[in-house]
């Protein structure tokens, strides 16, 4: 490892959404990367320069939507964000022989069953490449950070991980109303969760799954409990408007059971705004780690600093795409695999302390 920060790791960018963006610009300032490619998912992208995409100057690296082109490109990594992670897809750039970090889940595979680790292994042997899930949660806080924090316990009864995400200043209408469903219909959104709070669902298990393995807590089930709460007047949010009456909040609770009680629970308070119906106490963008045993204690990531634009969700998109980034060089000289916190060690992220940037923090 000690001649990996010395590297230049030659990486594409898979979707440029808002985690996708930020991981432009982080690739184009930090000198430990070369970003050489950029795969977009719509035609109306295609041809642009990747600054353009990203809101800086021009970088001289073409967006393409072409599986192939970018393909052929020679890299080390694929920074894969999209929206829904596709299996095959990701099989495709493992055989192509480039490794894979992601925030899109497949922070412990093996909690998604013996065919889906089947097939990225094989992937991953054919093209002699790794992969490796991060983001913010799942990826940090629900699982290295209280695994980090457990080193300092003599016993634990419970581990609780919360979170709370406010949104309303968030760019993208297709996470928000398409994927997770706000301005339903309360009652359709309880009886059929959206698309994206199913896929939650599975990666917040596999979240739990690391944090269960981790600690060597034998699991008898996973439970989970879902609901809404919807908007006391018409709300008018960055990705759109939410009608009163219609999903405005959302909270989900995960349980992982060992020995007839709930050892590791998750809670995810997702807002478009400060009054709702119900009123759960919602407060700003916060991760929360509380492990009860002995000592019982409390462990808390928020920003410190406000968003100059008040986008306060914008320090966790970057918090989602840099987990991933920083472990480039990790993943790309571990052995051809899957790799989880749980093997990859310690890593070291490189350039993180350089110059000031050449251009101010920016949303989206």
């Not at 924090?149 to 016993?155: E, M, V």
């Not at 009163?244 to 807002?271: D, L, N, Y």
């Not at 700003?284 to 968003?307: A, C, F, W």
């Not at 051809?336 to 923090?361: A, F, K, N, Q, S």
Request: hydrophobic letters at 40%; charged letters at 25%; proline letters at 6%.
């Amino acid at each position: 490892m000690d001649d990996v920060n010395a590297r230049t790791f030659r990486v594409v960018q898979w979707a440029t959404g808002s985690i996708g963006k930020i991981s432009i610009r982080h690739f184009v300032e930090n000198p430990a990367f070369d970003l050489v490619g950029v795969y977009v998912t719509t035609a109306e992208k295609a041809g642009r320069d990747a600054g353009d995409l990203a809101g800086i100057d021009p970088v001289g690296v073409t967006a393409t939507n072409d599986v192939d082109r970018i393909l052929a490109i020679d890299a080390d990594c694929v920074n894969y964000a999209p929206l829904y992670a596709d299996v095959e897809e990701m099989c495709r750039i493992l055989r192509s022989g480039k490794s894979i970090v992601t925030p899109a889940g497949y922070v412990y595979p093996y909690a998604l069953g013996g065919d889906v680790v089947e097939r990225l292994s094989a992937a991953c042997r054919d093209g002699r490449a790794s992969l490796f899930g991060g983001g913010i949660h799942p990826g940090f806080s629900g699982d290295l950070l209280p695994l980090t924090a457990a080193r300092l316990c003599s016993r634990i009864d419970r581990i609780t991980v919360q979170e709370v995400a406010d949104l309303a200043p968030h760019p993208s209408p297709v996470m928000n109303f398409d994927g997770l469903g706000f301005g339903r219909d309360p009652d359709e959104a309880r009886a059929e969760p959206s698309p994206l709070i199913r896929t939650m669902e599975h990666i917040f298990r596999e979240s739990m799954a690391l944090l269960a393995a981790g600690l060597g807590i034998d699991v008898e089930r996973t439970t989970t409990e879902f609901d809404v709460a919807v908007a006391k007047r018409d709300l008018v949010v960055r990705s759109g408007t939410i009608a009163a009456g219609t999903v405005a909040g959302m909270r989900h609770e995960w349980q992982t059971w060992s020995a007839g009680r709930p050892v590791i629970v998750f809670r995810s308070f997702w807002k478009m705004d400060d009054d709702l119906e119900p009123n759960w106490g919602y407060g700003t963008i916060k991760y929360t780690v509380e492990l009860e045993g002995m000592p019982s204690m409390r462990v808390s990531l928020e920003p410190t600093s406000r968003h100059p634009t008040r986008d306060e969700g914008y320090w966790g998109r970057v918090w989602t795409a840099m987990n991933a980034v920083n472990a480039i060089p990790a993943v790309c000289s571990a052995e051809p695999g899957i790799h989880t916190h749980l093997d990859l060690g310690v890593v070291r992220p490189p350039g993180l302390v350089r110059d000031t940037p050449r251009w101010d923090v920016e949303g989206g």
